[in-house]
């Protein structure tokens, strides 16, 4: 059964900091996903890593997957109040690329 | 452009009672999702429908049926509702294998008493 873990699942930070949001899953998956959610807003797609090795860039955000670890980071560079969200990675089933199983989601808040 | 419209936002139910949540697309998407979000939870997939005429269940669809009314659109109904049933619901469209993310409707607050 996949299983996908988020840490921290809560962060505060200061503005111009740095900091790495990762996230863990249990079998074999080459796809992965993270989204964005606002409070009381839907979400929103941020980045698709569908390789090994892929590496995707947003302004201040960078995801990678190695996907031999398993293992997704979401990089924060120098943030800003406006990226404080709650952010979700998500995880193909290998023999269902319909199901995504999900992880808890990471609230983050930036201080300025 | 629209994108994918969920109706209602907010609904309270007493339990036992019936209702059916909306869903419409307007980007000739093929595949459409029902999921459901709980507090400090990730998001579960209730229903899918992979392309019209189609649906399968998710990882939580006990208490919950889905109809594809056509390919705009995708409705999810809660026949006997439930305290368990209280969620917020969101309605998600993609392309698969063309454009993998997935589209989200604004959600549905749902409280079942």
């Known amino acids: 059964e996949l299983k996908v873990e988020q840490n921290p699942l809560f962060l505060s930070m200061q503005e111009g900091k740095n900091y790495t949001i990762y996230c863990n899953y249990s079998?074999?998956?080459?796809?992965l996903y993270w989204y964005r959610q606002d409070p009381g807003k839907s979400l929103e797609s941020l980045f698709v890593?569908?390789?090994n090795g892929a590496v995707k860039q947003e302004g201040r955000l960078m995801a990678s997957l190695d996907t031999k670890a398993r293992l997704s980071t979401l990089h924060i560079t120098a943030a800003v109040h406006d990226l404080s969200a709650t952010y979700f990675c998500?995880?193909?089933?290998?023999?269902?690329?319909?199901?995504?199983?999900w992880g808890a989601g990471t609230k983050l808040i930036i201080k300025p | 452009n629209a994108g994918v419209t969920q109706t209602p936002k907010f609904q309270v139910l007493k339990t036992g009672q019936s209702m059916t949540l909306q869903c419409a697309q307007d980007m000739n998407h093929n595949s459409m999702y029902w999921y459901r979000q709980d507090p400090g939870m990730g998001l579960r997939l209730i229903y899918y429908s992979a392309s019209e005429g189609t649906t399968d269940k998710g990882e939580v669809p006990n208490g919950y049926n889905v109809s594809r009314l056509n390919k705009r659109e995708f409705s999810l109904r809660l026949e006997s509702a439930a305290p368990s049933q209280t969620s917020v619901y969101f309605c998600?469209?993609?392309?698969?294998?063309?454009?993998?993310?997935?589209?989200f409707g604004s959600g549905t607050q749902l409280s079942v008493l």
């Open positions: 079998t074999t998956s080459d796809r």
């Open positions: 890593l569908l390789s």
């Open positions: 998600a469209s993609n392309d698969q294998g063309v454009n993998e993310k997935l589209f």
């Open positions: 998500a995880v193909d089933q290998l023999d269902s690329n319909y199901q995504l199983i």
